[in-house]
C-alpha cells in the first residue's frame, strides 16, 4: 500500500534561517508526489509536485523541494523562512494501484519565530 | 480562474439532526473529491467521483454519509443523523482528471460542530 510519513510534528524555525519539513514515502511503482500548505481555517494549498525529471522541484512561495529515490524522501526546504511561512504544512503521494486517490500524512506544524 | 466553491463555511448542529453540505468545484474538473479532516489530522478521503459516477467510496461511513453528484458539476454531501464523532472540517477538491500528474485544488471547506 502506498504510503507518506511526516515523522515530526512540529518544526521550529528563527526567521531568515533555511527550513526543512521532512517527508518520506513508501510506493510501489512511480512515485507521484505533493506539498500543501494549510493556513488557519483555509483549505489546503497546492505548493509543488514531482512527476518525473529533476530532482529538485520548485514551487510557489519561494518552497522547493528535493526528490530522493534512494533514500525514499521528498523534504520540503526554503532557503530563508518568513514568519508567514508558519502554517500546517501536509505531504502527499497519489495511489497509482487503482483509484488515483491522493493519501496524505498526517501535517507537520512550522512555527518560524520572529 | 474560478477556485473550489464551498457552503456553507461554519454549521452547528444537535447530535441526531442531518446537515447537507454544497461544492462547486473548478469549471472542467471531472474528478471531485470529499474529504473529511479531524482536528489536528490530514485530510482522509471519504468519497472520489469521475464525473457523476463514484470512483473511491471506501471510506464513506455509508449508514449514515451520502453524496451525489448527478449532473457532473456540483456535488453534495449529507450526514444524517449526526454523530459527535462528525465534528471536523469536510473539504472538497477537484481536479482535471485521474491522471497521475493531474494537481487537486482544494475549497475553503466546511466546519461542523456537532454539539
Known amino acids: 500500500a502506498q504510503s507518506v510519513a511526516q515523522p515530526e510534528d512540529q518544526v521550529n524555525v528563527a526567521e531568515g534561517n533555511p527550513l526543512t519539513v521532512k517527508c518520506t514515502y513508501s510506493v510501489s511503482g512511480n512515485p507521484y508526489l505533493f506539498w500543501y500548505v494549510q493556513y488557519p481555517n483555509r483549505g489546503l494549498q497546492f505548493l509543488l509536485k514531482?512527476?518525473?525529471?529533476?530532482?529538485l522541484v520548485k514551487g510557489s512561495y519561494g518552497f522547493e523541494a528535493e526528490f530522493n529515490k534512494s533514500q525514499t524522501s521528498f523534504h520540503l526546504k526554503k532557503p530563508s523562512a518568513l514568519v508567514s511561512d508558519s502554517a500546517l504544512y501536509f505531504c502527499?503521494?497519489?495511489?497509482?494501484?487503482?483509484?488515483?486517490?491522493?493519501?496524505f500524512g498526517t501535517g507537520t506544524r512550522l512555527k518560524v519565530l520572529a | 480562474e474560478a477556485g473550489v466553491a464551498q457552503s456553507p463555511r461554519y454549521k452547528i448542529i444537535e447530535k441526531r439532526q442531518s446537515v447537507a453540505f454544497w461544492c462547486n468545484p473548478i469549471?472542467?474538473?471531472?474528478?471531485l473529491y470529499w474529504y473529511q479532516q479531524i482536528l489536528g489530522q490530514g485530510p482522509k478521503l471519504l468519497i472520489q467521483f469521475q464525473n457523476n459516477g463514484v470512483v473511491d467510496d471506501s471510506q464513506l461511513p455509508k449508514d449514515r454519509f451520502s453524496a451525489e453528484r448527478l449532473k457532473g458539476v456540483d456535488s453534495t454531501l449529507k450526514i444524517q443523523p449526526a454523530k459527535l464523532e462528525d465534528s471536523a472540517v469536510y473539504l472538497c477538491?477537484?481536479?482535471?482528471?485521474?491522471?497521475?500528474?493531474?494537481?487537486?485544488?482544494f475549497g475553503p471547506g466546511t466546519r461542523l460542530t456537532v454539539l
Open positions: 502527499a503521494v497519489r495511489d497509482t494501484s487503482g483509484t488515483y486517490k491522493y493519501i
Open positions: 477538491a477537484s481536479s482535471l482528471g485521474l491522471d497521475t500528474t493531474d494537481t487537486q485544488y
Open positions: 469549471s472542467g474538473h471531472a474528478t
Open positions: 514531482y512527476i518525473t525529471g529533476d530532482n
